[in-house]
């Protein structure tokens, strides 16, 4: 799985604890994990160590954690989830807040897991129409007066040829609609081309720049 999407497991396990802790929220916050036990039947069953202190850590046996950190002698403590090895950041947590993530922990990795699962298939799709995009410009641009280079990102190639005059084409090439592009891109080129070179002044091509507050002409 690439960095990016990596990272939108760990927003989305984030944004999870987030809402537990916005509606479980206490200014003065009190855990006491004596109440497991009492409450949920439960034990404790690892002792973990790291750089927030000791803590427990109460697993459902599917690979998903539920675990509180104890941070020093402070009375805060740091609640947390662990869903395939993904992790929540710690947060300042109160009874109730470990409470909902035990109680909620196997929804959370059932919704966690089609997230991912989606993820991972949309990845594969990207990944096809990298390789299709990179194979169709080997193709189009051999035996072209061009230079050029392709810069990757998650959502689409960008292509970059090298016009006279100093001018640099960039060409954003998406993966969802790479299909309709392709056909036209050598066209596309050879228009700029021709207005590059009748071109008396330099002519610099970008991309217009987001929130730009553009004047417009009364």
């Keep these: 799985m690439n960095y990016n999407n990596a990272k939108k497991l760990e927003k989305f396990l984030e ?39 000791d803590g427990y850590a109460f697993s459902n046996g599917i690979g998903c954690q539920c675990f509180v950190y104890f941070k020093g002698k402070e ?4 609640v947390g989830i662990s869903i395939d090895d993904i992790h929540s950041n710690g947060w300042y947590g109160t009874v109730g807040m470990l409470h909902r993530c035990m109680d909620e922990m ?9 997230f991912k ?43 970059s040829i090298k016009l006279k005059n100093r001018i640099q084409l960039d060409i954003p090439i998406y993966y969802k609609n790479f299909q ?13 081309e021709k207005m590059a070179n009748e071109s008396k002044i330099k002519v610099l091509i970008s991309n217009s720049a987001v929130g730009q507050k553009w004047i417009t002409g009364e």
């Design 15 to 53: 944004d999870k604890m987030r809402k537990i802790y916005d509606e479980t929220h206490d200014i003065n916050p009190n855990l006491d994990v004596s109440f497991i036990e009492k409450v949920k039947g439960l034990k404790k069953t690892d002792v973990n160590h790291g750089w927030w202190g």
């Design 180 to 192: 309709k592009i392709m056909p036209e891109l050598l066209n596309t080129i050879q228009q700029f």
């Design 117 to 159: 699962s989606d993820l991972e298939k949309q990845e594969k799709i990207d990944q096809i129409a990298k390789n299709s995009i990179k194979t169709w410009l080997k193709a189009i641009l051999k035996n072209q007066p061009y230079s050029y280079y392709a810069s990757v990102s998650d959502n689409k190639i960008t292509l």
């Design 106 to 114: 196997d929804e959370i990795a059932k919704e966690f897991r089609q």
């Design 75 to 78: 009375k805060r403590k740091s």
